[in-house]
């Protein structure tokens, strides 16, 4: 609609996002918290729908004003890790739902319109262990940290595995249960959206997803993954049978490289396995293309500069797949594992090199893939955003070779070795 301003987004008036792992509220998954530090008692949802807070936000989009929170979709933004904007799908998803919310929101904010997408982290629980994670979001990371003394952890990630923190977890993982089961059971949920962790590793999603199918109700529900599509199947329950059901299915399957590389950046992805995986969840467009969007989630970090991808791209020509392409993050200075650790001119030859593959191979929008790999590209790298960058670069490249040691098997020196690229072998033995 022409009169709405271009700060607007559909979001926070149809979802609801929380986070068992901080015990917070947000508006969506990619926006700032709005007190990362507060540790108060958190509100249910028919409260935080339409306190203070979630009124300000409203009215703040509806005028016009740039949202802090909302950076991230911001495509200036120099932290950004998408190329794309979050928002922008928020607003075509629910294009047609958008004189709805106008008609029934007040001057100050509130709605009277109820949320009926979720996007519910409700467990760490995973089965992987990638290097771009951390405890917050991988149990296998958890457990490998509690049982290494002297485990790199940031202080977030030492909070989060503090005893107190830990006791509030299941009383805040049931309350989130618990709303989403009456969103399920009340037929009001439109949209889910199931991340991890695993969710393919959690009993709740196979639940949700029976119950849904066994009332019918699947039918008019938009379900969206990102998942390591490490299993097809649970007990007694098929993925491929049971999204069928669905009136649109929407997978991001992540994978950030192939082979021998894919299966370092990923620890615990069985790079064989993994496709076999796909080509039986990609049969789905051929039952029908109009109702399932399947595509590669693909996070470009500095061991992918250096190898893996050219088995991701002949993979994805081979199934005509798309591929979704971000940046690791968090872009911070000891984060070895963002590909903006790397000095500028290695990382410019290794992304032109990928851009020049993709372009070689002419896989499934191209065009869209080299976009989004030239944004990462003209994003600053550490050399030219942080002064003094080298100290904290050299504690990310002793976290890196903590874990290899740990883990065992391949590692970065020996990647990038691999890759015959001198200058980049330098600068890591350097640093």
Same mark, same amino acid.
């Given at each position: 609609?022409?009169?709405?301003?271009?700060?607007f987004c559909?979001?926070?008036?149809?979802?609801?996002y929380?986070?068992?792992i901080k015990?917070?509220r947000?508006?969506?998954?990619?926006?700032?918290?709005?007190?990362d530090?507060?540790?108060?008692?958190?509100t249910d949802?028919?409260?935080?729908?339409?306190?203070d807070?979630?009124?300000?936000?409203?009215?703040?989009m509806?005028?016009?004003e740039?949202?802090?929170?909302?950076?991230?979709?911001?495509?200036?933004?120099?932290?950004?890790?998408t190329?794309?904007?979050?928002k922008?799908?928020?607003?075509e998803a629910?294009?047609d739902?958008?004189?709805?919310i106008?008609?029934?929101?007040?001057?100050?904010?509130e709605?009277s319109?109820s949320?009926?997408s979720f996007h519910?982290?409700?467990s760490?629980?995973?089965?992987?262990?990638?290097?771009?994670?951390?405890?917050?979001w991988?149990?296998?990371?958890?457990?490998?940290a509690?049982?290494?003394?002297n485990?790199?952890?940031?202080?977030?990630?030492?909070r989060?595995?503090k005893?107190?923190?830990? &006791?509030?977890? $299941?009383p805040? %993982?049931? !309350? *989130?249960? #618990?709303?989403?089961?009456?969103?399920?059971?009340?037929? +009001?949920l439109?949209?889910?959206?199931?991340?991890?962790?695993e969710?393919?590793?959690?009993?709740i999603h196979w639940?949700?997803?029976t119950h849904?199918?066994?009332?019918?109700?699947s039918?008019?529900?938009w379900?969206r993954y990102?998942?390591n599509?490490s299993?097809?199947?649970?007990?007694?329950?098929?993925?491929?049978?049971?999204?069928k059901q669905f009136?649109?299915v929407?997978?991001g399957?992540?994978i950030?490289g192939g082979?021998?590389?894919?299966?370092?950046?990923?620890t615990?992805?069985?790079w064989?396995?993994?496709?076999e &995986?796909?080509? $039986?969840l990609? %049969?789905? !467009? *051929?039952? #029908?293309?109009?109702?399932?969007?399947?595509?590669?989630? +693909?996070?470009?970090?500095?061991?992918?500069?250096?190898?893996?991808?050219?088995?991701?791209?002949?993979?994805?020509?081979?199934?005509?797949?798309k591929?979704?392409i971000?940046?690791?993050?968090?872009v911070?200075?000891d984060?070895?594992?963002?590909?903006?650790a790397?000095?500028?001119?290695?990382?410019?030859?290794?992304?032109d090199?990928?851009?020049?593959?993709?372009?070689q191979?002419?896989i499934r929008?191209?065009?869209y893939?080299?976009?989004?790999?030239l944004?990462?590209?003209?994003?600053p790298?550490?050399?030219?955003?942080?002064?003094?960058?080298?100290?904290?670069?050299?504690r990310?490249?002793?976290?890196?070779?903590?874990?290899e040691n740990?883990?065992k098997?391949?590692t970065l020196?020996?990647?990038?070795?691999?890759?015959?690229?001198?200058?980049?072998?330098?600068w890591?033995?350097?640093?």
């Open positions: 609609m022409d009169n709405i301003s271009k700060t559909t979001a926070p008036w149809v979802h609801a929380a986070n068992k015990g917070k947000k508006l969506c998954c990619n926006s700032v918290y709005q007190n530090h507060d540790t108060s008692e958190v949802l028919e409260q935080w729908w339409n306190d807070y979630m009124k300000s936000v409203r009215r703040r509806l005028n016009g740039t949202l802090p929170e909302c950076k991230i979709c911001d495509p200036n933004d120099k932290k950004s890790i190329a794309g904007s979050y922008d799908m928020w607003n629910y294009k739902y958008i004189k709805t106008l008609e029934n929101t007040t001057p100050d904010g709605t319109l949320p009926t519910y982290e409700l760490n629980l995973c089965n992987f262990a990638c290097r771009m994670c951390s405890v917050e991988a149990s296998k990371i958890e457990a490998e509690k049982k290494h003394e485990y790199p952890l940031k202080r977030y990630e030492r989060y595995l005893a107190d923190h830990q &006791n509030m977890i $299941k805040w %993982q049931k !309350r *989130l249960e #618990d709303e989403l089961w009456k969103s399920v059971k009340d037929k +009001t439109t949209n889910i959206y199931f991340a991890g962790g969710p393919l590793m959690w009993d639940k949700v997803l849904l199918v066994e009332s019918g109700h039918k008019n529900v379900i990102n998942t599509l299993r097809m199947h649970y007990k007694d329950y098929d993925l491929v049978e049971l999204l009136k649109r929407e997978i399957c992540s950030d082979g021998p590389v894919g299966e370092y950046v990923r615990g992805l069985v064989e396995q993994w496709k &995986n796909f080509k $039986k990609y %049969q789905l !467009r *051929l039952y #029908d293309k109009s109702r399932f969007q399947i595509h590669l989630e +693909t996070t470009i970090t500095t061991p992918g500069l250096f190898g893996g991808m050219s088995e991701l791209i002949n993979f994805a020509l081979e199934q005509d797949a591929i979704r971000h940046r690791a993050g968090p911070e200075p984060n070895l594992i963002c590909p903006s790397v000095p500028r001119s290695v990382m410019d030859k290794c992304i090199d990928i851009i020049l593959n993709v372009k191979k002419n929008d191209s065009n893939v080299i976009k989004q790999l944004s990462i590209k003209n994003k790298v550490y050399e030219e955003e942080f002064k003094n960058y080298d100290i904290d670069l050299r990310g490249k002793e976290k890196v070779e903590f874990i740990i883990r098997g391949l020196k020996e990647i990038i070795k691999n890759s015959n690229n001198q200058k980049a072998l330098e890591y033995i350097n640093i």
